[in-house]
């Protein structure tokens, strides 16, 4: 339990669009993605409570980036539209067992983390 197995990701120019997924082995209350970008701290940037599905997105990706969940709520998805040269970083799959406050971007309420993905835009 707790392993988190992450796909997609790539090169892509400006304006395009890449989508992520994270299978989980494990039910979690709450399931994300995190990015980090060289020299920079890590970020939360969606967010998605399995069982209600409640989604957080930061301010810089709201309208751009969507997340989503499969039933059973194992896997999640990022669908990332409209991409620009500052969205590119090493992202970072997250799972909670118990979650936390809001919003839910306090990385110490993370149980498991996936080895990252890197995404790279292009201008």
């Known amino acids: 339990a707790g392993q988190l197995a992450e796909s997609g990701g790539g090169s892509v120019e400006a304006g395009g669009s890449l989508a992520l997924s994270c299978a989980a082995s494990?039910?979690?209350?709450?399931m994300g993605w995190f990015r980090q970008a060289p020299g920079k701290e890590r970020e939360g940037v969606a967010v998605?409570?399995?069982?209600?599905?409640?989604?957080y997105y930061s301010e810089s990706v709201k309208g751009r980036f969507t997340i989503s969940r499969d039933t059973p709520k194992d896997t999640i998805h990022l669908q990332m539209n409209s991409l620009k040269p500052e969205d590119s970083a090493m992202y970072y799959c997250?799972?909670?067992?118990?979650?936390?406050?809001?919003?839910?971007?306090?990385?110490?309420?993370?149980?498991?983390w996936g080895q990252g993905i890197q995404v790279t835009v292009s201008s």
């Open positions: 997250a799972a909670s067992i118990n979650g936390g406050a809001w919003p839910p971007v306090d990385l110490s309420d993370y149980d498991y």
């Open positions: 494990g039910n979690f209350y709450m």
């Open positions: 998605i409570y399995t069982g209600l599905g409640t989604r």
